[in-house]
């Protein structure tokens, strides 16, 4: 199973960067963020990997100034794997 979290430096970005996800139609839901993530900020956005190409559109185009990463997780048998992409 892959799925993709956006993490920021502030609530306010990843509230904003929701409302922007919500406007274009892609799904996310409000996290904790993950401690092996290691964000300033407690907060992130999980998705699922399959909205990658239009996550990367839309980070790029909206240039959100708390934005601090986007990972890769992918759950394996035995462990989790964080890859950041972005």
Request: a positive charge.
């Given at each position: ?51 990658l ?17 986007l ?13 950041r992409?972005?």
């Amino acid at each position: 199973m892959k799925y993709l979290i956006i993490s920021f430096r502030n609530r306010n970005s990843v509230y904003e960067f929701a409302q922007i996800m919500r406007h274009y139609g892609v799904f996310g839901t409000i996290i904790n963020t993950p401690s092996s993530i290691g964000s300033s900020c407690t907060l992130s956005i999980k998705t699922d990997y399959e909205n990658l190409q239009n996550l990367r559109n839309l980070i790029s185009r909206n240039q959100i100034s708390g934005f601090s990463g986007l990972y890769l997780v992918e759950k394996l048998p035995t462990h989790e794997q964080i890859k950041r992409i972005m």
